[in-house]
């Protein structure tokens, strides 16, 4: 915020209404800081999610790229020998496949697979639904389910997200006790025991962001961990297919490559239809938790780019308006008065930069010249 250097009257009621007045703009000025960096904020946040989309896109390319160019060769292949084959004309089998792909979002599958849309598996799906996990296994194929499902999801997604938020309170409530306990074991002191205040005692209650982002990540690892060994063994997979099919089911992703329980075998096993639920629903609660820990982080590294760019900003200006006076840029007497910053836009601490040095130096650099011009 920008502010003219004014001398202050001589007047008490006019000192006071100066004094007034300064504090008035140094308030106007706090709350348009405020503004300031939390815009600062959401624009240098978007920035960065664009570079990190960019050099993510150029990685998976790069690795994925030829991988599709070769199975869509092969596949051309494919329909072309099998056309030969059998004496089918491509449009005829394009029709078929066609037919094939709408038989699919039906629930149709070519081996035999469990009910999609009986009570387990509808409950499956709106398991799904509500946790914004969405597979795309099971869809919706009628309008009516198609429109149900819109209000649904609506009033569901916001019912799931808020037990999320809650689940997380409990999470730090929780940690913050063990730590606080932790801390007292160590010191030899019990709760509350050589406290001063009360409100230091709830300070200590209170874990930070690293240590609940390191505790839920080990959570979120172990829980995967053994997700992972029971998909291993009922579905078949390889354990790292298993872990990469955790990651995409708890952090809400659902590509749909890698579903579980959805085998025909796995109808009359409910034990493992039951952990397979409880798996889930732990595994999105805490790796939630961790994505909103991790924000956390991510937020305080924003502020910290936010205070390194307002201090380099600040140096460029005091740099500038020390050499006004050898560059011979400076103002005089009678030109109105010098304007500069008495308070940095983009740092927390205010620095207050005065002018009437400046001026000094500029008053002696212009002695100097006319004391070197009279002397020529």
């Not at 709408?102 to 081996?111: D, L, V, Y």
């Not at 999320?164 to 025991?193: A, D, Q, S, V």
């Not at 034990?271 to 937020?299: D, E, H, P, R, W």
Request: glycine fraction near 8%.
């Amino acid at each position: 915020t920008i502010h003219r250097s004014l001398k202050p009257p001589a007047d008490p009621k006019a000192s006071y209404l100066h004094t007034f007045r300064r504090r008035i703009c140094c308030f106007v000025s706090s709350v348009n800081l405020i503004e300031f960096r939390d815009t600062a904020r959401c624009y240098l946040l978007f920035v960065l999610i664009a570079f990190y989309m960019l050099a993510g896109a150029a990685i998976f390319s790069s690795l994925e790229r030829p991988a599709e160019l070769q199975a869509h060769q092969l596949w051309e292949k494919r329909l072309r020998d099998f056309g030969h084959e059998h004496n089918i004309s491509r449009e005829d089998l394009k029709t078929l496949l066609l037919h094939y792909e709408k038989a699919r979002t039906a629930g149709i599958r070519t081996e035999p697979g469990r009910a999609l849309w009986d009570i387990p598996g509808a409950f499956y799906f709106v398991g799904t639904v509500v946790s914004t996990i969405g597979f795309g296994v099971t869809a919706p194929s009628t309008v009516t389910g198609k429109v149900l499902l819109v209000f649904y999801g609506l009033l569901g997604c916001s019912a799931t997200i808020l037990f999320f938020n809650l689940f997380l309170e409990r999470i730090i409530t929780l940690l913050g006790l063990l730590i606080f306990r932790c801390n007292g074991w160590k010191t030899g002191c019990g709760e509350g025991e050589g406290r001063d205040s009360e409100g230091e005692a709830n300070e200590d209650r209170k874990p930070s962001v690293y240590q609940v982002t390191l505790i839920l990540f080990v959570a979120v690892l172990l829980v995967a961990c053994g997700a992972a060994s029971l998909y291993s063994a009922m579905e078949g997979w390889t354990f790292l297919e298993s872990l990469y099919f955790c990651f995409v089911a708890f952090s809400t992703v659902g590509f749909g490559d890698f579903v579980s329980g959805q085998r025909e075998h796995h109808e009359d096993t409910w034990a493992y239809q039951v952990a397979n639920c409880l798996l889930m629903l732990l595994g999105v609660c805490c790796t939630y938790s961790l994505f909103n820990t991790i924000s956390v982080i991510i937020k305080q590294g924003l502020n910290w780019m936010l205070r390194t760019l307002g201090w380099m900003y600040g140096s460029i200006c005091l740099y500038r308006l020390r050499l006004r006076p050898l560059l011979k840029l400076c103002f005089s007497d009678s030109e109105p008065p010098v304007c500069y910053c008495e308070e940095s836009c983009l740092c927390d601490k205010a620095q207050q930069y005065s002018v009437a040095p400046l001026k000094n130096q500029t008053k002696k650099f212009r002695q100097v010249n006319e004391l070197n011009s009279d002397n020529m």
